[in-house]
């Protein structure tokens, strides 16, 4: 089991490194980075590669729930698109994480605020 960081800035002129310096920190086996591109796009290169690295058991990480998709619809499929694979989430600012059914309970009443 590994655990897999995503990180991603919209333009090219932002510094993803505090977003990395917090994935490093919890020890993720491999970082993958988008620069300059916006989360509602719905192909992100190295989010495609990360979801193409993960195996089940696996996790993937995020420093912020945002960095992941766009709005709550998108962010649930893929969300759920990890489940269905067996593939875990976690959000470290946040503190959501899939691991067990008390984490996917959370996820979801998060969402339904």
């Not at 932002?14 to 989360?39: K, Y």
């Not at 192909?43 to 995020?62: H, I, K, N």
């Amino acid at each position: 089991m590994v655990a897999v960081g995503y990180a991603r800035v919209s333009t090219t002129d932002q510094n993803p490194q505090l977003q990395i310096d917090a994935l490093e920190a919890v020890r993720v086996a491999r970082v993958f980075t988008d620069r300059g591109v916006s989360g509602a796009k719905t192909s992100r290169p190295q989010l495609d590669a990360a979801l193409d690295y993960v195996r089940e058991g696996d996790t993937l990480v995020v420093r912020k729930l945002d960095r992941l998709g766009r709005n709550t619809r998108s962010i649930l499929e893929m969300i759920d698109g990890l489940h269905e694979r067996g593939v875990g989430f976690r959000s470290l600012t946040e503190g959501i994480t899939t691991e067990g059914p008390m984490g996917r309970a959370m996820l979801t009443m998060r969402f339904s605020q």
